[in-house]
């Protein structure tokens, strides 16, 4: 039984190529959570719609998120009433958002709910929110930026999407962490596993916020052996999105081993990409494992390429 620590795009895509050589029912995703945001009423959660999306081939290969050929006709009718469309929500999107919010209105848990979808959707591996509960990822501004101070406090959209982090962090924190409980599961695929896998996916704001659910940092500390972590960081950046910016903003080092080095206490081998190879020795020296192979995941193919490194390397 295969468990992957998820966050959006980088780990979609993994993912995407996990499937092709694991048996799809024996793997569990536990997705952040920390991204969702609540917009015009509708419970939105990125990070679970990028996972479901991609793995049942609907997602926009250009954005990485969002469903593919999708139609903006509410978009373009919310504009003209002067609503808000900074946070694009396209025709088909919508119905997703629509239908997580009914079913949590009527008391369905996230992770029933992402279940509902995730089937309905045609995937047979299992998608669980890291929890139920509400976790949102909160970052402070170490300076000013568009309709913001320098010191705010900003949700996780207005920063990625709104600011479209363009702008230096000063602090993280993952709001609701210390009440989360983990989702139903989660704790017992992590317990159970015989390969954790943490996707390429931001160290900080997509991994923070699922460590950061009590129990599930201390259960990954003790399986530390069965737990192989893939560098999002490639020759000193990141492939996507802010994660090497928010590394060093964070005072840690935007390289695989800075990487290697944060997740150490509960990750004990990381795969790193050959134009990382030089790091090895220093990510040995901080106690982690570093396998070396093509972290760059340019189709599906390669996608299941580095899967197979990563159950390699898992043993
Ligand atoms: N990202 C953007 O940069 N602009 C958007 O308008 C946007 C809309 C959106 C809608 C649904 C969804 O599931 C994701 C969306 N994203 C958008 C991406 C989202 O901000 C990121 O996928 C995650 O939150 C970070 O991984």
């Given at each position: 039984m295969l468990v992957a620590l998820a966050g959006g795009v980088g780990a979609a895509r993994l993912l995407a190529g996990m499937v092709r050589v694991v048996d799809p029912t024996e793997i569990t995703v536990v997705v952040n959570t920390g991204d969702d945001m609540s917009l015009h009423g509708l419970h939105v959660s990125p990070d679970i719609d990028t996972v479901v999306y991609t793995l049942a081939g609907l997602s926009n290969p250009e954005t990485g998120w969002g469903l593919d050929g999708e139609r903006w006709t509410v978009m373009d009718e919310l504009e003209r009433l002067g609503g808000e469309t900074w946070f694009r929500l396209g025709d088909r999107d919508l119905a997703t958002h629509l239908y997580r919010t009914q079913r949590l209105a009527q008391g369905a848990p996230l992770s029933q709910v992402t279940a509902e979808l995730a089937s309905a959707r045609g995937l047979a591996l299992r998608v669980l929110p890291v929890t139920d509960d509400p976790l949102r990822t909160r970052l402070t501004l170490a300076e000013t930026a568009p309709g913001f101070a320098a010191g705010s406090e900003v949700d996780f959209q207005d920063y990625f999407v709104r600011l479209h982090h363009s702008v230096a962090v000063a602090g993280v924190r993952f709001e609701g962490a210390s009440t989360a409980r983990p989702a139903p599961g989660v704790l017992e695929a992590i317990g159970g596993a015989d390969v954790i896998v943490a996707c390429p996916s931001n160290p900080v704001v997509s991994l923070g916020p699922v460590l950061a659910v009590p129990g599930v940092r201390d259960l990954l500390e003790a399986r530390r052996d069965r737990v192989v972590a893939v560098s999002p960081i490639v020759a000193g950046a990141a492939?996507?999105?802010p994660a090497d910016r928010l590394l060093v903003e964070l005072g840690h080092e935007a390289s695989a081993a800075g990487v290697a080095r944060l997740h150490a206490p509960w990750a004990g081998t990381i795969v790193i990409d050959e134009q990382d190879a030089a790091l090895a020795p220093a990510i040995d020296a901080a106690g982690v494992r570093a396998v070396v192979a093509?972290?760059?995941?340019?189709?599906p193919e390669a996608a299941a390429d580095l899967s197979r490194v990563v159950l390699d390397a898992a043993g």
């Open positions: 492939l996507k999105g093509p972290t760059v995941m340019r189709s």
